[in-house]
């Protein structure tokens, strides 16, 4: 379910509360009023923390809550959707920058004030999203589609572009595959294979596997993993989206 945001805001809609700090974040540098870490390979470093509008719950009697690191900064989810969600976002070349539990929205829903706080923000070539995650079963009874048309009404371009509903149903086994098998790889790296392959890359042309660019490599498993990381950098990606990513997968260089 995609939404567009209605072009001009009804007059008496309340305004986002509270004000948009979104527009900062949206710049990709906004990490919570500090700088983050500079990149050092060869000693541990700190991540940033959430750039979300309020805590993860820590307990839940339905839903699964947790955190995956993503550009250096950790990244709440509080379901198994929401987590999907996230690795996905992060994985996706089109996605230019992300945060979850974004700024709360007040909308009037029969002259009552309430505020609803969306899953993920996110930017891509400009086009600013809201999302909303739930699981395909609380679809119905959670009501969000109402509350996703009173905001599109009543909100219009200040808050993004468009809202989309996804569950799920959303998201491919390969995607699901792909998004957990490469955040486990992102936190064992390598740097010295992941130069090496990038090196080599720069002679390859066209759409080849994975599995001719790790016999180049001459790395074995741990070219593979190079390779992983290195589409989860953006450096590779896959000449077909819902691939698997093993040996026989195609790619090429971004």
Not at 35 to 60: H, K
Not at 231 to 241: G, I, M, S, T, W
């Amino acid at each position: 379910m995609i939404v567009p945001i209605h072009p001009d805001p009804i007059p008496e809609a309340l305004p986002l509360c509270p004000e948009v700090t979104m527009q900062l974040r949206s710049q990709g540098n906004f990490f919570g009023g500090s700088t983050p870490p500079q990149r050092d390979d060869d000693i541990w470093r700190p991540v940033a923390q959430s750039l979300g509008s309020r805590d993860t719950a820590l307990r839940s009697r339905y839903s699964s809550v947790g955190f995956i690191i993503d550009d250096d900064r950790v990244v709440n989810f509080e379901s198994r959707p929401e987590r999907f969600a996230a690795e996905a976002f992060a994985l996706d070349p089109a996605i230019d920058w992300f945060v979850e539990q974004a700024e709360p929205i007040g909308y009037l829903d029969r002259g009552r004030l309430r505020h609803h706080t969306f899953d993920f923000f996110s930017t891509a070539s400009g086009i600013r999203t809201l999302t909303a995650i739930k699981h395909s079963t609380m679809v119905a009874r959670s009501g969000i589609r109402r509350t996703i048309q009173l905001i599109s009404e009543q909100a219009g371009r200040r808050v993004a572009d468009q809202i989309v509903l996804l569950t799920e149903r959303d998201f491919s086994q390969n995607e699901r595959f792909n998004a957990e098998q490469a955040h486990e790889i992102r936190r064992h790296p390598v740097p010295e294979h992941d130069q090496h392959v990038r090196e080599i890359a720069h002679d390859i042309n066209g759409t080849v596997t994975i599995s001719d660019v790790v016999t180049l490599s001459g790395l074995r498993g741990d070219g593979f993993r190079a390779v992983v990381r290195l589409l989860a950098d953006r450096f590779f990606q896959l000449a077909a989206p819902d691939t698997r990513v093993d040996y026989d997968a195609r790619i090429r260089r971004r």
